[in-house]
């Protein structure tokens, strides 16, 4: 685990806004990890990221998750960028979500990222686990996270950090 975190950027939504994007990422880390603590203005939406604006067919892989009393696991494919929640963000609480982009600045190596989010939703706690390749050797230098059919509310914060090797 690396020693270092420093923090690259911060958004603080001021409107509800479905898109945050995080451009000029320096090449100065070995890995990022982005914060955010979320909630949409209704429910039903994916939040999802994408890699230096790439819509091609270069993201997939896995799932867990809990839909009430019973467990979702499954493969994904897709052309939209990498799931981060699925079905799960609501305009009642805050979802907290951590994301770990590894060897972003390696120009040599597809990207793999993992990420985890919790809600309280529809009285119930939903966690989900989201383990995802972006088979891309290019560096990471922008990213977009957002959601696929309503905006974040206001007070919505994303955090970038750096992580420096140990």
Same mark, same amino acid.
């Given at each position: ?8 950027? *911060?958004t %603080?939504?001021?409107?509800? $806004? ?5 451009? &000029?990422?320096?090449? !100065?880390? /070995? ?23 790439? *819509?091609? %067919?270069?993201?997939n892989? $896995? ?5 009430? &009393?019973?467990?979702? !696991?499954? /493969? ?27 060897s972003?600045?390696?120009s ?53 950090y750096?992580?420096k090797?140990?």
């Open positions: 685990m690396a020693a270092t975190y420093e923090p690259i950027a *911060t %603080t939504l001021g409107s509800a $806004t479905a898109t945050v994007t995080f451009s &000029s990422i320096p090449g !100065t880390y /070995t890995d990022l990890r982005l914060i955010a603590k979320v909630k949409e203005t209704s429910t039903a939406g994916d939040s999802r990221m994408r890699f230096n604006g790439d *819509t091609g %067919t270069n993201y892989g $896995t799932r867990v998750l809990r839909s009430y &009393s019973t467990a979702v !696991t499954g /493969t994904i494919n897709t052309t939209n960028g990498l799931w981060i929640t699925q079905n799960s963000l609501n305009s009642l609480s805050w979802a907290m979500i951590e994301i770990d982009i590894n972003y600045s390696s040599i190596a597809y990207k793999t990222i993992f990420a985890t989010n919790s809600n309280a939703s529809y009285d119930q706690q939903i966690p989900q686990v989201f383990n995802f390749t972006w088979r891309n050797t290019a560096v990471v230098t922008s990213l977009d996270f957002f959601n696929t059919s309503t905006p974040y509310v206001i007070g919505s914060t994303f955090t970038l750096g992580i090797a140990a």
